[in-house]
């Protein structure tokens, strides 16, 4: 695995968490002194085959899974080189195929939640040269593993400000995951509310657990509560928003997921969903009309 600290000349970094299959998550970061770099699976023998960068050894990693280079025009692209898919932006791209990558992308590979962090002067002092920037103003990355990216010039922070102002309502489910790291915890927990009671996967599962609820016997719809937390946490709109904050969430390792999950809990009641003391379940709200 590569260490957290930055060499002294880096295109760009890799940085966030990854999990295991228990669930349990490690901060770290990867960082990339050549271009074109790719990064995958490690091998047996330490490191995956040449110029691969160590991403970790889980089983869904490719040997050579991502490549990301950067454009004539100073944009930078990521390609998926794997039969297993990557997420970036919340937008699924499969092999072969590349997508434009910005300041703080969010990048879902495997097991891995990461964000693309690029030197603050990168912008202004671009360059299409493939060995690693010697301007002293690009020697090194400063890297803080962001739970929020900021947007990247003062106007779209107040437009972002302005946005932060808007209620959410019942309605609120068309944001985006770009949007997502913009709003506030408490508005980020409502909207996984509001989702998790629409998804269709929650509803495959709660047809398993149709209950009798109310005087009048009826019937409802209900899954439990762990449903919900790893549609949640597994889901690509929310995912490495919820694993970012693990990541770098200052509380004791077990209590940074239960601090999530307990403020998800409160926000059920609230977009419709029905808990059922008796047997613990959540019963689903109602679909809400386009």
């Not at 998800?264 to 613990?280: H, I, P, Q, Y």
Request: glycine fraction near 6%; include cysteine; charged fraction near 20%.
């Amino acid at each position: 695995m590569n260490s957290s600290t930055a060499p002294s000349l880096s295109f760009f970094a890799l940085s966030g968490m990854q999990q295991d299959d228990d669930l349990n998550s490690t901060s770290y970061s990867v960082f990339a002194s050549s271009l074109p770099a790719i990064f995958g699976r490690e091998t047996s023998t330490g490191t995956p085959p040449p110029p691969s960068i160590s991403l970790g050894t889980h089983k869904l990693l490719s040997r050579q899974h991502i490549e990301i280079d950067q454009n004539d025009d100073c944009s930078w692209r990521i390609t998926c080189l794997s039969k297993n898919f990557i997420v970036v932006d919340g937008v699924q791209i499969n092999q072969s195929e590349s997508t434009t990558l910005r300041h703080r992308s969010p990048i879902k590979i495997a097991n891995c939640y990461l964000y693309f962090l690029l030197p603050e002067d990168t912008a202004a002092n671009c360059s299409t040269s493939k060995s690693p920037p010697t301007s002293p103003k690009k020697k090194a990355i400063s890297i803080s593993t962001p739970t929020s990216p900021a947007p990247s010039s003062p106007a779209k922070k107040k437009q972002k400000t302005e946005k932060k102002e808007e209620p959410i309502t019942l309605q609120t489910t068309n944001v985006t995951v770009a949007e997502i790291n913009e709003l506030s915890m408490t508005k980020i927990i409502r909207l996984a509310a509001i989702d998790s009671g629409q998804a269709n996967e929650l509803r495959a599962l709660a047809e398993e657990n149709v209950v009798v609820w109310g005087t009048e016997d009826a019937t409802m719809a209900a899954v439990k509560r762990s449903d919900i937390v790893n549609y949640v946490r597994g889901s690509v709109k929310y995912g490495t928003w919820w694993a970012n904050i693990c990541a770098t969430s200052e509380l004791e390792e077990g209590k940074k997921e239960k601090g999530l999950e307990k403020a998800l809990s409160k926000s059920l009641g609230d977009v419709g969903f029905v808990r059922m003391k008796a047997n613990g379940l959540w019963g689903l709200p109602e679909v809400l009309e386009d």
